[in-house]
């Protein structure tokens, strides 16, 4: 060998060494590190889980939830199998709600604006509870002008919060929420005296017809009423339930029902009232009062109604006496109706047609609920608690100070209504919201709360079950950022600001606050008092299964009436009213929670980003859905960006063909387009709400979605609709193998 | 090896190659041999040979889950602290201790046996098959500072699971997850 | 020589031959009622949370990358107003005769004693062959490795790992659920309770039509299902012996009953 390769060789064997000796040790890293705990937790084993019970608060059906936690972090949420609402089951929203506590973009700590307009700057908390009882000294003893935004809560918090006004002296407390079911309150109070939501018995029902009531993914109490639905249709007592929807857009629940029923928009309560004089006149009505309720419905004879509703006489007629022939069957309003400019009208209609088909008060049908509501607590009064009075109050200068809580008005509520203008003019708006959302980014002080999975708090489900469902929320992790509740920042600021007000606000943490309300619920409810001997027992039994129901197995039996002079009043005398002239605004737009974002909440969590939509499988972003044939008219294909004009806004939005829509009609989800609320969700599609006039229901006070015409023309603006289906058909392939409901009634059961 | 042309460099190529791989192969099992840490230097001069040796202290007074967990447990300072506060308070290894007391710091203890994030071993499995701890962890009762006397390489653990004839305990599986 | 040869390929042949366990221990089955499924997919971020599923974003979404390892498909037939949506949750279906396992070069996949279709990532090169050769679709691959953003990360479930770039993934029944069953299990010195395992979809699907259990058990609730005249497998005639059973949807053929 020659001494040049003898070295060449040396010098490869060398280097080749030194590689594998440093691969080895970067491979084989030293020095992982074995932290002990310096005092452990009690009940902590590392590596087996611990599980804590809450209350979910993605929307308003209180679900109970267990919170799996394992060394001080939460890895998965679930339904609490004990709970009567959520019964061990949660939907992708709620099992979403874990990317909240561990959202990078929630607020880390205190912080304060540097000057109007300007910059937000960190600071401590003594700080700016200093800066909050600084400001609530300033505001006058008589008239504090001192108002409080909360979403409609129903636990503790809201009594607390009551009390906090009220020690101030003010009124001013409101309670705001795109989705807030105000019109379904209104309808039931005002057609049936009911002041709690009814609970709707789909479990036990056999016909379910449902007027825009998506209950399968955002509607009321989509989890509870999934599982009625699941056991409706298999598993359950007896005959298959049958579902009939009525909505001009299909939604979900439309998807799976019998029958879709796309009637015009607007016209739905007429519908209703049409089958009911169908039922009545045909004699299936059994009440006493059957001739007033005939002479009342009158009105609305089939013939006429398939005019206006754009349904067949013969196929309402059907499905009337259907109604009527089933036992139970069952009749829901939802979002759809609930949103037109005459919602309460068309949801009392709904009750109108479960009274005259015998529904109200029965297993199966509408049963109703208690009063469950917390003593010191605030509801909305429909009447004065409304957004708009607020926004009108703030613009007018009557606001001196505003606290506002996990609630979103410049997002949720429409552009038209000018929330952002209105919020300008108010000296002094403090945010306790976890995220900085549209509102929190308009505020001059942020001290941001925890999520509920660190803190306190309880829910009272409405609707709950046909008995009370009392739930309880305890932290289930530390916090993981610089925050505290909203409780405990509101007994702060009591304590700041010191003499009547810390007088009345005495409790030194939300948590010995709740405690001693629940001593006090305690004594008063018999049930809770006999369930245990102490207090303390029943406290700790309270935390562990995640809160307090009665085992009844039958919901309580009540009579519930619906009486012609009564409902007589509030029923549609028109199709709802839509912005717009027909020639300029050639389709109506109706406006819907998305199945994920819901009203806007859970657009920053990147798992229901990427989830994709039920109905179009369209991830990461917005879309407009139009009836192919129109699209073919328009001249735009799928993916086309298209300008969306109503007589208030705009939107540019890619397009979605969608067959299950009236060709006269095009619908959008509500979700998209913050322009605030961190990285995944920021500055992603449009927001529809941009479009949507400034009309609310003249007796419940809700917004009003569905109540303007758009015209589309094509944009040459580019975007992206990203979906993630393949084909729409199953081309031959079988994949979802179906039996006729006639072959189904022939199959053995016994096997089974 | 004096030829030349295309082949005469082709084969010196792959001589060259040969070389290289066999050197680096070697390199890697020197540095996983003799210098993968398998003793490492702790934050404290901790003596199993006192503890578990003189003295006799069973392994789950202090490794407390061993039993109920995946995880064996390091002992939390406040048991070290429990005995330590009293014991042996001059020396100075102990006066470290005291410090990470003191300033309400866990000690970062280095890992020795240090299983890669895609190997599931759960210590709970193991004793409850009647397993003793130095089956695994060599004679700690005798050591002075810990050291790794296993090669916790998938062969060495499959060899006992083959051995015992373990229920599914060569089922990728049951391991890797 | 010649003879070694051809042991080796005679063994080689046979560990391909699907079905080498003469019986399971357990044979773990779904069954999916699609009459009581409504698409609304909370078992998709179910299994997400789970099984740390990483999110991948729009762009990679776009090109069909997204790491769902239970996925609902829509079809829709008819033309308005004739409308008929289907829903169909499709999952691994965990074959008994898997045409995964006949591909995967480097073992990476086989089936084991408790009838399921392995996926071992530590041993996965990512050939995506398993991937091509899944008639279903339920394959993930991870292109690159994906980043939490802290502290999202502190969610990630300890007890299944994280994948890295170039690993095929896929859904695994919850194996890890399994496991703390089995686990329990055996420290009561007992075989496993029907209704026992459940995993996250199951857990969470709110209609109920998700039902998990072992089909060696004839009184389970999946053997009862199992045994529903509405039963059937997912593209049956390619006889890959699914281990998720399927309940016929009871709907109307052809338009619904429009007018009267």
């Known amino acids: 060998m020659k001494r040049r390769d003898f070295l060449k060789y040396l010098g490869i064997g060398a280097g080749g060494l030194g590689a594998g000796f440093v691969l080895g040790k970067a491979s084989n890293p030293p020095g992982a590190k074995l932290i002990p705990y310096l005092i452990p937790p009690e009940d902590v084993i590392p590596g087996v889980a611990n599980w804590y019970a809450g209350v979910c608060t993605q929307c308003n059906a209180g679900c109970g939830?267990?919170?799996?936690?394992?060394?001080?972090?939460?890895?998965?949420?679930?339904?609490?199998?004990?709970?009567?609402?959520?019964?061990?089951?949660?939907?992708?929203?709620?099992?979403?709600?874990?990317?909240?506590?561990?959202?990078?973009?929630?607020?880390?700590?205190?912080?304060r604006r540097i000057s109007k307009g300007g910059d937000f700057t960190g600071i401590s908390w003594e700080e700016g509870l200093?800066?909050?009882?600084?400001?609530?000294?300033?505001?006058?003893?008589?008239?504090?002008?001192?108002?409080?935004?909360?979403?409609?809560?129903?636990?503790?918090?809201?009594?607390?919060?009551?009390?906090?006004?009220?020690?101030f002296g003010s009124p001013d407390y409101f309670q705001y929420e795109l989705f807030q079911h105000r019109n379904l309150i209104a309808a039931n109070r005002l057609s049936a005296s009911l002041s709690e939501i009814p609970y709707y018995d789909i479990e036990n029902t056999k016909f379910l017809l449902s007027f825009g009531a998506d209950f399968s993914s955002t509607w009321l109490s989509p989890v509870n009423m999934s599982y009625g639905y699941g056991r409706m249709r298999q598993g359950g007592q007896g005959k298959r339930g049958r579902l009939v929807s009525v909505e001009p857009r299909m939604s979900l629940t439309g998807a799976n029902a019998d029958e879709w029923v796309p009637a015009r928009p607007g016209t739905e309560g007429i519908l209703a009232l049409s089958m009911a004089y169908e039922i009545v006149s045909q004699g299936y009505y059994r009440g006493a009062d059957g001739g007033a309720w005939k002479s009342v419905l009158a009105r609305y004879r089939p013939a006429e109604a398939a005019k206006i509703t754009d349904v067949g006489e013969e196929r309402i007629k059907r499905i009337a006496r259907e109604f009527a022939e089933t036992r139970p069957s069952l009749a829901i309003g939802g979002e759809c109706v609930a949103s037109y400019e005459n919602g309460v009208s068309g949801l009392v209609a709904v009750n109108v047609l479960n009274h005259v088909a015998g529904n109200m008060g029965i297993k199966g049908g509408v049963v109703p609920n208690s009063e469950g509501f917390v003593e010191g607590a605030r509801r909305p009064d429909l009447k004065t608690d409304r957004i708009s009075t607020l926004l009108k109050s703030a613009s007018e200068g009557r606001v001196k100070a505003l606290i506002v809580y996990?609630?979103?008005?410049l997002f949720t509520a429409p552009k038209a209504l000018d929330a952002g203008g209105s919020l300008s003019k108010i000296p002094f708006i403090v945010s306790l919201s976890s995220f900085m959302d549209s509102t929190t980014a308009a505020a001059d002080l942020i001290l941001p709360s925890h999520t509920s999975l660190e803190d306190w708090g309880d829910d009272f489900a409405e609707p709950a079950v046909g008995t009370p469902v009392y739930t309880m929320n305890q932290p289930a992790v530390s916090p993981v950022f610089d925050t505290k509740g909203a409780g405990d920042i509101l007994l702060a600021a009591a304590r700041g600001a010191g003499g009547?007000?810390?007088?009345?606000?005495?409790?030194?943490?939300?948590?010995?606050?709740?405690?001693?309300?629940?001593?006090?619920?305690?004594?008063?409810n018999r049930a809770m008092a006999s369930s245990a001997p102490t207090f303390d027992e029943f406290w700790s039994r309270t935390l562990q299964n995640g809160g307090w129901w009665q085992e009844a197995e039958e919901p309580r039996k009540r009579a519930v009436y619906v009486s012609a002079s009564g409902a007589g009043p509030h029923l549609p005398q028109s199709p709802s009213r839509f912005e717009g002239d027909e020639k300029e605004y050639p389709f109506y737009l109706v406006l819907y929670p998305h199945a994920g974002h819901f009203d806007g909440r859970g657009a920053n969590l990147p798992w229901l980003q990427e989830t994709p939509d039920p109905m179009t499988s369209v991830v990461w972003g917005g879309w407009i859905e139009i009836n192919p044939k129109t699209a073919g008219g328009l001249g735009v294909k799928e993916g086309d960006m298209v300008t969306v004009d109503s007589p208030s806004g705009r939107v540019q939005l890619p397009v979605y063909l969608y067959p299950g829509i009236r060709p006269d009609t095009v619908a959008m989800p509500i979700g998209q387009g913050h322009t605030e609320y961190g990285r995944y969700a920021k500055g992603r599609g449009s927001n529809p709400l941009d479009m949507v006039p400034a009309k609310e229901d003249g007796i419940s006070g809700e917004i009003a979605l569905n109540s303007t015409r758009v015209k589309i023309t094509t944009s040459d603006m580019s975007g992206e609709m990203v979906k993630m289906e393949g084909s729409t058909k199953e081309l031959g392939r079988e994949i979802v193998q179906t039996v006729s409901p006639e072959e189904f009634e022939k199959m053995p059961k016994d096997a089974v | 090896m004096n030829e030349t042309g295309p082949i005469g460099i082709i084969k010196k190529l792959v001589s060259f190659a040969v070389v290289g791989a066999v050197a680096f192969f070697v390199g890697y099992r020197i540095q996983g041999r003799y210098f993968s840490g398998r003793t490492p230097a702790q934050p404290i001069e901790f003596s199993h040979r006192i503890h578990a040796g003189d003295n006799k202290i069973p392994c789950m007074y202090c490794h407390l889950y061993a039993d109920k967990s995946r995880v064996a447990g390091v002992p939390n300072v406040k048991r070290c602290m429990g005995c330590h506060a009293v014991i042996k308070t001059q020396s100075p290894e102990i006066q470290k201790l005291a410090a990470y007391w003191e300033k309400k710091e866990p000690v970062p203890w280095v890992k020795v046996h240090n299983l890669p994030d895609h190997v599931y071993f759960p210590h709970?499995?193991?004793?409850?098959?009647?397993?003793?701890?130095?089956?695994?962890?060599?004679?700690?009762?005798?050591?002075?500072?810990?050291?790794?006397?296993?090669?916790?390489?998938?062969?060495?653990?499959?060899?006992?699971?083959?051995?015992?004839?373990v229920k599914n305990g060569r089922d990728c599986w049951t391991c890797h997850i | 020589m010649e003879g070694i040869l051809k042991r080796i390929a005679e063994k080689f042949r046979d560990y391909r031959v699907p079905g080498y366990y003469k019986k399971f221990d357990y044979r773990w089955t779904m069954v999916v009622d699609l009459d009581m499924c409504n698409g609304c997919g909370a078992c998709v971020v179910a299994c997400r949370a789970e099984n740390n599923s990483a999110t991948v974003g729009k762009e990679e979404c776009r090109k069909g990358r997204a790491l769902n390892w239970i996925r609902?498909?829509?079809?829709?037939?008819?033309?308005?107003?004739?409308?008929?949506?289907?829903?169909?949750?499709?999952?691994?279906?965990?074959?008994?005769?898997?045409?995964?396992?006949?591909?995967?070069?480097?073992?990476?996949?086989?089936?084991?004693?408790?009838?399921?279709?392995?996926?071992?990532?530590?041993?996965?090169?990512g050939t995506f062959t398993c991937a091509t050769y899944c008639p279903y679709d339920v394959r993930r691959f991870n292109w690159f490795t994906y980043k939490w953003d802290k502290p999202l990360d502190e969610q990630l479930n300890p007890d299944l790992t994280v994948r890295e770039m170039g690993v095929m993934e896929k859904c695994t029944f919850c194996i890890q659920r399994i496991r703390v069953a089995k686990d329990r299990a055996k420290d009561e010195k007992r075989e496993i309770k029907d209704g026992e395992v459940k995993p996250a979809c199951v857990q969470t699907c709110p209609t109920g039509a998700l039902v998990f259990g072992d089909l060696n058990d004839p009184e389970s609730s999946v053997s009862r299902m199992a045994r529903n005249p509405r039963r059937y497998r997912l593209l049956e005639e390619l006889n890959t012996d699914p281990s998720v059973i399927y309940l016929k949807r009871v709907m109307a053929e052809g338009p619904s009953e429009r007018e009267g």
Request: one cysteine or more; proline letters at 6%; hydrophobic letters at 35%.
């Open chain 2, 124 to 165: 709970k499995r193991h004793i409850k098959a009647g397993l003793e701890c130095q089956q695994c962890h060599g004679d700690v009762a005798s050591m002075k500072r810990i050291t790794r006397v296993s090669s916790l390489t998938m062969g060495w653990c499959l060899s006992c699971h083959t051995k015992r004839n």
């Open chain 1, 130 to 167: 200093e800066i909050l009882s600084g400001n609530l000294a300033k505001l006058d003893k008589d008239a504090p002008g001192l108002y409080m935004l909360t979403p409609p809560l129903r636990g503790h918090l809201n009594s607390l919060v009551n009390g906090f006004m009220a020690a």
């Open chain 3, 72 to 125: 609902i498909e829509r079809y829709v037939e008819g033309e308005y107003p004739d409308i008929k949506v289907k829903f169909i949750p499709i999952m691994c279906q965990n074959c008994s005769s898997a045409p995964c396992e006949i591909g995967c070069p480097v073992y990476a996949t086989y089936h084991n004693q408790d009838g399921l279709n392995v996926q071992v990532y530590n041993r996965c090169v």
């Open chain 1, 65 to 111: 939830t267990i919170v799996r936690v394992m060394e001080g972090r939460a890895k998965k949420i679930e339904g609490n199998p004990l709970h009567p609402v959520s019964r061990g089951k949660l939907c992708a929203r709620g099992q979403a709600s874990l990317q909240a506590l561990y959202n990078p973009d929630r607020i880390k700590g205190p912080m």
């Open chain 1, 406 to 409: 996990n609630t979103n008005p």
């Open chain 1, 500 to 524: 009547r007000v810390a007088d009345r606000l005495k409790w030194n943490t939300f948590e010995a606050y709740l405690r001693e309300s629940w001593q006090g619920l305690y004594k008063r």
